[in-house]
């Protein structure tokens, strides 16, 4: 027997799993058997050990220890679905706060971590896909496993998912698999669009706008709901910098058309008309209510159910969202299209699984839904994760989600807008957009750099 207090060999030694205490005696035989480590048992059996031998016969085997808490003691398999924004937060909170015993698994089809805010960016050149993305792999160095494989299967009554090589038993699952992008279900966008949300379409946007020399440009918002309701905005502003610089502006025009009737209404008409201002101000026509309902692309034309065709040289769009494939199979579902869990604590109906970001449907106190935003996926993976964590070490579950989040808006030449508020708030959400400046836009750079280094 090696005492080792402080756990330093057990660190040395062991491959990452919770120690079992054995204790033999002297005749051979175990007398305590427990996993992890529990002082009050383990204490007791040792002294049992220095006790008069008795005479054979009489020797009562010690007691198995009580655990040293009211939670699980064995390791439990916490398993993520998606390793996105919420889906990276949630595994790094685990891994923090749960010994090595317990497993984080972190599960997604694809290799990289994207940081989405930053593809705007990359449509208008000032960053390379690298520059965007974290292998998922480098999570093992934390002690998370990655499964780079897409989950084919959620299967809620025998706690398991499948992939197309295996099943991935959990205890506790959080589904963080986002808003799948369905530029499919629209004709023509493939052949005339460029896909705003994705990398392959933000190098299209790159390469095209070096390309152009003037003309008419549109960003469109093809259905809602969307990601980030401020990024086709940003999008059209970043595009108006770009064409400015490049001494074209003046033979453009950028348009915004979208079936939201004011810029984020979710937050209000105070912040619709904070960024209407700001749009005019830099002469972007904006057409709301605008109904998409096809492109055509032999004439390059989009049309709306009210209104003519409207004609563009270019036509970056935001494409249809959907609940991932798999969660649609998954019984998961709410009438919403997306998984429905309660506001605070992220829980599902079905025992031991979470929802949480662009995946879940959170209904406000306007009958609005909470934006898809990173913000809110960031937040309630934190909360998500205080509760698992709780429930392994049978603490009463106190992390709550309450609404409130922020966003910067870029503007483009350096300069960033920034909002921030509680969404919660009753009867409206209480948002409030501070006036552009240059320091927002370096708060912006400065959290993508923090982001993209902190969760690796
Ligand atoms: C252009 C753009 C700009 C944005 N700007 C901002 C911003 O400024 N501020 C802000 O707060 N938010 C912003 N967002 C929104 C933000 O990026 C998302 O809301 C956030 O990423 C949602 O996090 P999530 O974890 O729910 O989903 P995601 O981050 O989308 O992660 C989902 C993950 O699940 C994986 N996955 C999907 N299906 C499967 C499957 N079947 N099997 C395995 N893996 C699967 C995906 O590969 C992905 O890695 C922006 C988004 C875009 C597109």
Redesign the pocket.
């Known amino acids: 027997m090696i005492p080792d207090e402080d756990g330093a060999l057990f660190k040395q030694l062991s491959n990452g799993w919770v120690p079992y205490s054995i204790l033999v005696g002297p005749d051979g035989k175990v007398i305590l058997w427990e996993s992890e480590f529990n002082e009050t048992g383990f204490s007791a059996a040792v002294e049992k050990l220095y006790e008069e031998p008795e005479a054979p016969g009489e020797v009562e085997p010690a007691p198995r220890a009580a655990p040293r808490r009211a939670g699980r003691t064995w390791g439990a398999n916490i398993l993520i679905?998606?390793?996105?924004?919420?889906?990276?937060v949630a595994a790094y909170h685990l891994r923090k706060k749960l010994p090595k015993g317990h497993r984080i698994i972190l599960?997604?089809?694809?290799p990289n971590?994207?940081?989405?805010?930053?593809?705007?960016w990359r449509a208008v050149g000032l960053r390379s896909a690298g520059q965007i993305q974290r292998p998922l792999s480098d999570l093992a160095k934390k002690g998370i496993e990655f499964i780079n494989?897409?989950?084919?299967q959620i299967d809620t009554a025998s706690k398991v998912v499948r992939?197309p090589s295996q099943e991935v038993d959990y205890d506790f699952l959080i589904v963080?698999?986002?808003?799948?992008l369905a530029p499919e279900e629209v004709m023509g966008f493939e052949e005339m669009a460029l896909n705003?949300?994705?990398l392959e379409g933000?190098a299209k946007i790159h390469a095209a706008l070096n390309e152009f020399s003037g003309g008419k440009v549109g960003v469109l918002v093809t259905d809602i709901p969307f990601?980030?309701p401020?990024?086709p905005y940003?999008?059209a502003l970043l595009v108006d910098s770009f064409l400015r610089k490049k001494g074209v502006r003046d033979r453009s025009e950028v348009h915004i058309f979208t079936p939201e009737h004011q810029p984020m209404p979710v937050a209000g008409p105070a912040m619709g008309d904070a960024i209407t201002k700001v749009l005019s101000k830099r002469s972007i026509q904006y057409h709301p209510l605008f109904t998409f309902e096809w492109i055509s692309p032999g004439d390059h034309t989009i049309a709306s159910s009210t209104g003519e065709p409207e004609q563009v040289d270019l036509l970056l769009a935001v494409p249809p969202h959907r609940a991932?494939?798999?969660v649609s199979y998954s019984g998961l579902l709410g009438s919403s299209g997306w998984i429905h869990v309660d506001p605070h604590t992220l829980a599902t109906e079905n025992e031991g699984v979470y929802a949480?970001?662009?995946?879940n449907n959170i209904r406000l106190a306007n009958g609005k839904n909470l934006p898809?935003?990173?913000?809110?996926?960031?937040y309630e993976?934190k909360v998500a994760a205080e509760r698992i964590v709780a429930e392994i070490e049978g603490d009463q579950p106190g992390a709550s989600f309450n609404g409130k989040?922020f966003?910067?808006l870029?503007l483009g030449a350096g300069k960033a807008g920034f909002a921030a508020g509680n969404f919660y708030a009753e009867p409206e959400p209480a948002v409030r957009m501070y006036p552009p400046t240059r320091p927002a836009h370096w708060g912006?750079v400065a959290f993508e750099k923090w982001w993209l280094r902190h969760w690796f």
């Open positions: 679905l998606g390793g996105g924004a919420g889906g990276l599960l997604d089809r694809e971590h994207l940081f989405q805010s930053s593809l705007l494989e897409p989950a084919v992939t963080a698999l986002g808003a799948e705003l949300y994705d933000t990601k980030c401020a990024a940003e999008a991932p494939e798999v949480i970001g662009d995946v898809m935003a990173g913000v809110f996926a960031h993976a989040g966003c910067w870029e912006k």
